[in-house]
Each structure stands twice: as C-alpha cells, then as structure tokens.
C-alpha cells in the first residue's frame, strides 16, 4: 500500500469520522437509549483516532518505513470495530458485539505492527 494509498484513506476515514459523530451529536440525540449512545460515542471516538493514527502511518511510509502492515491491520479494526458498534447503536443486531472484539485486535494488531516497523526500515 503506497504512502499516497494510506494518507488518502486517512483522509476518507477522518471525513466519516466527523461525518458520523455529527451525525451521533445532532441526529442521534434522544432517539436511541443511553447502551445504544455509549456505543454511537465509542464507535466515533476509536473511529476518529485511529483515522489520525493512519496519517501518521501514511507519513512514515513517505518516508520510507515498511508499514504495509499497520495500515491495513488499522483500517480493518476501524471498519470492523467501529462499524459494529455503530450498527448495533442504530438497531443492528446484538450478535455483532461478539464481532466488536475482532476489530479491536485488528487496532491493536496495527499499532503493534507500527512498532514493529521501526526495526526493519
């Protein structure tokens, strides 16, 4: 994945991000129960980070560091974790919460991976 690939997903994720927690913010507010609005904020916040945390990712490879990895691994718990979270908050399934924690070992996958990535430059 070229360093043009990953500050470009960034970029569409951070949008979605704030997108979706304008969204929780304005559209949300007293139409779904406290569980489904603690769901909608947590989505939103990891969502948000982490669309940060890959244009950082996307600078490094500018710059010549192997992180392939951290990218994919951080825009895969990003769609699975906070994808989740907002499906069940807006009336999904509740079966998608066993999903949930396949996202955050992704997230945690890619920050590893990151770390990683500093050795084998």
Do not use: C, N
């Amino acid at each position: 994945m070229s360093a043009r690939t990953v500050v470009a997903l960034a970029g569409i994720l951070g949008a979605l991000a704030v997108a979706a927690g304008a969204f929780g913010a304005h559209g949300l507010q007293g139409k779904i129960d406290a569980q489904a609005m603690a769901w909608y904020e947590t989505a939103a916040r990891y969502h948000l980070l982490h669309a940060v945390a890959l244009l950082g990712v996307g600078a490094l490879a500018a710059h010549g560091y192997r992180v392939r990895t951290a990218a994919l691994a951080l825009t895969v718990g990003v769609l699975v974790f906070s994808g989740t979270l907002y499906a069940m908050a807006l009336g999904g399934p509740r079966w998608l919460g066993a999903v949930t924690p396949i996202g955050g070992v992704a997230l945690i996958a890619g920050w590893v991976a990151l770390a990683a990535s500093q050795r084998t430059r």
